[in-house]
T-cell receptor
Framework: ELKVEQNPLFLSMQEGKNYTIYCNYSTTSDRLYWYRQDPGKSLESLFVLLSNGAVKQEGRLMASLDTKARLSTLHITAAVHDLSATYFCAVGGYTGANSKLTFGKGITLSVRP | GAGVSQTPSNKVTEKGKYVELRCDPISGHTALYWYRQSLGQGPEFLIYFQGTGAADDSGLPNDRFFAVRPEGSVSTLKIQRTERGDSAVYLC???????????FGPGTRLTVL
């Protein structure tokens, strides 16, 4: 059974500092996804990582993938309040039944002044 | 362009009643997914449609749950004899052929009293 684990589950961040959060998964998957969810809202796609060593950056967020370690990291540079949200990672394949996503429990980030 | 829409946004029903939840995917998206998100958890896969057919319904919890997509666009998730444990946010997502990303709708919050 495919399992996706995220840690920590909650992270209080200080504005301006850097942080890294982690996503581990139990079996080989084609793709690793990061989504953001604001309270009471739906999921917003952030990144899709396709291959070992893939790195993608958008603003203060940078995601990377190590398929051998089955690990993805999301690095936050100089945290700002707007980044406060819950971040989910998910794994899935590309086509057919494999394309369903298996999500972790999410990491709630809170940025304090 | 228009995103994934779901109706109703909120549904309150009594135990034992029948409910229907509707999803309008992004126009032209051939793949459609239903997920269920309980409080404090990541979304859990329910069913996947490719076109009109259910390609994978392995996530449906029991035979009280059923979904259709008769014309390959709008989908309806149907729950019979609702139970309090069915209370959750039901999310719909769609994906274009050849794309990696699933785009999520705002969800329907179902409360079973």
């Amino acid at each position: 059974e495919l399992k996706v684990e995220q840690n920590p589950l909650f992270l209080s961040m200080q504005e301006g500092k850097n942080y890294t959060i982690y996503c581990n998964y139990s079996t080989t998957s084609d793709r690793l996804y990061w989504y953001r969810q604001d309270p009471g809202k739906s999921l917003e796609s952030l990144f899709v990582l396709l291959s070992n060593g893939a790195v993608k950056q958008e603003g203060r967020l940078m995601a990377s993938l190590d398929t051998k370690a089955r690990l993805s990291t999301l690095h936050i540079t100089a945290a700002v309040h707007d980044l406060s949200a819950t971040y989910f990672c998910a794994v899935g394949g590309y086509t057919g039944a494999n394309s369903k996503l298996t999500f972790g429990k999410g990491i709630t980030l809170s940025v304090r002044p | 362009g228009a995103g994934v829409s779901q109706t109703p946004s909120n549904k309150v029903t009594e135990k034992g009643k029948y409910v229907e939840l509707r999803c309008d995917p992004i126009s032209g998206h051939t793949a459609l997914y239903w997920y269920r998100q309980s409080l404090g958890q990541g979304p859990e896969f329910l069913i996947y449609f490719q076109g009109t057919g259910a390609a994978d319904d392995s996530g449906l919890p029991n035979d009280r749950f059923f979904a259709v997509r008769p014309e390959g666009s709008v989908s309806t998730l149907k729950i019979q004899r609702t139970e309090r444990g069915d209370s959750a946010v039901y999310l719909c997502a769609s994906r274009d052929a050849g794309s990696d990303t699933q785009y999520f709708g705002p969800g329907t919050r179902l409360t079973v009293l």
